[in-house]
């Protein structure tokens, strides 16, 4: 099939995807896309969502489009099979969306709070609140056995994904059961929950007795918790926290590596106390 010249316009860009998608899956189109599933495409969609993250950290605007670009044709693909099994379009998702953003900004499509009057805490709140009230009104229909979407929002926390990061999935959890009003105060409050849990660990740690290892395992998931949880409380979103901790120390161990390589030695026969000595160095010159 011959690629036809790149049309003008984001929309008419975006049909031009699809139409390559159902090329792609056709029967006389490339054997590994029409092999795909919904299942089988999960790994890419996870591969493509950091790829994203990592582009956007990156701070380089080429490498955020391409990335885009990529999770974009996840999407599309994800859409081509299910419109295929008969279950929706990608025209069914988009208007999926709309709907939802257009419901949720009353305060831009109803003309409510037209005059800038309404503040960014208040939009949030109002976000959450929407979505507890669908997640209610869900729970409240018909509940047939094929309807998805009453079958996941039985609880107000059944439908955060069991496929997220632990991490944000604490977030969310901690985030689901604030919008319903179960939530500290403040966020000194949840610092003193992360100072009990620490004690907790320690506890554990040093007891030594039989089966602390898996005590010491679990208060470590409730200290983790509680951090996560203290980060929503600081608008800090815990896993690009992490993420930067851990580029900081990579940065930092691989500057101490290559102080070492250019005086001729390795880590392996260095000792503790000069790795730590150049740690400190590296550290205070950054």
Same mark, same amino acid.
């Given at each position: 099939m011959a690629d036809p010249a790149p049309p003008h316009?984001?929309? @008419?860009?975006?049909?031009? =995807?699809v139409d390559i998608m159902r090329a792609l899956r056709a029967p006389d189109g490339c054997p590994w896309d029409r092999e795909q599933t919904v299942t089988s495409l999960r790994p890419f969609v996870l591969e493509e969502t950091y790829e994203v993250l990592e582009a956007i950290e990156s701070g380089t605007p080429a490498n955020l489009c391409e990335e885009l670009g990529d999770y974009l044709y996840e999407a599309v693909f994800l859409a081509q099979i299910s419109e295929e099994a008969g279950h929706f379009t990608i025209a069914d998702a988009i208007d999926a969306i709309c709907g939802k953003l257009i419901r949720r900004h009353p305060h831009v499509f109803a003309r409510e709070d037209r005059n800038g009057s309404i503040t960014t805490d208040q939009v949030i709140e109002r976000w959450e609140t929407m979505k507890a009230h669908e997640r209610a009104?869900?729970?409240?229909?018909?509940?047939?056995?094929?309807?998805? @979407? @009453?079958?996941?929002?039985?609880?107000t926390l059944? !439908? $955060?994904p069991k496929t997220l990061p632990s991490l944000l999935r604490a977030y969310e959890i901690g985030a689901r059961a604030a919008a $319903? %009003?179960?939530?500290?105060?403040?966020?000194?409050?949840?610092?003193?929950?992360? #100072? #009990?849990?620490?004690? #907790?660990?320690?506890?554990?740690? #040093?007891?030594?007795?039989? %089966?602390?290892l898996s005590r010491a395992e679990e208060e470590m998931g409730d200290l983790f918790?509680?951090?996560?949880? =203290?980060?929503?409380?600081? !608008?800090?979103?815990?896993?690009? @926290?992490?993420?930067g901790a851990n580029e900081k120390f990579t940065r930092?161990?691989?500057? $101490?590596e290559q102080a070492f390589t250019a005086r001729g030695r390795s880590l392996e026969n260095a000792t503790l106390e000069e790795m730590e000595g150049e740690w400190q160095r590296v550290k205070e010159s950054a």
């Open positions: 316009g984001a929309g @008419a860009r975006f049909n031009r =995807l009104a869900l729970r409240q229909s018909s509940g047939r056995a094929d309807d998805h @979407a @009453a079958v996941r929002a039985k609880t059944s !439908g $955060v $319903v %009003g179960f939530d500290w105060a403040k966020p000194t409050e949840v610092l003193d929950k992360i #100072e #009990e849990e620490v004690a #907790e660990v320690r506890r554990e740690v #040093e007891s030594g007795a039989a %089966g602390h918790f509680a951090m996560a949880n =203290l980060s929503r409380k600081l !608008g800090i979103e815990p896993e690009a @926290a992490l993420r930092r161990f691989d500057a $101490v």
